[in-house]
């Protein structure tokens, strides 16, 4: 019993990332790496938050199958996949302090960044 109040917070944790990830689509995540991070430690978490990702993708592809652009998610599935081979590689030999600063510096150029982008021509999109 000595634990409980800890499962209590991460079950906690774990249905607000669900419930995230279900209104929004994406953001669920986030919350289990801070919740997680402290447990188990930066690298552990990355595969504990893939299975999550996995199980919350699974159902909301299965909500919405109807309107899922099958082409386009194909093509960002397949493009993806080298990615997702390179990162998991790295993340197997990467110390995890090394690791820590990664995310950190990703973290905290990404608002500037987008900022930066905004004012320019630079625009996101698919061409029609």
Partial sequence: MEHALDYALLAGAAFLASL??????FGGAFVLVIA???VVGAKAVVPIV???AVFSNISRLYIYRATV???LATQFTLASLP???IGAN???VIPERAFLVLMGTVLLTALPARRYLDRTEFKPGLKS
Avoid: D, H, K
């Fill in 90 to 92: 790295i993340l197997a």
């Fill in 50 to 52: 893939s299975v999550f």
């Fill in 36 to 38: 997680l991070t402290p």
């Fill in 83 to 85: 990615g997702v081979a």
């Fill in 20 to 25: 995230i990830s279900g209104l929004g689509g």
């Fill in 69 to 71: 652009n099958w082409r």
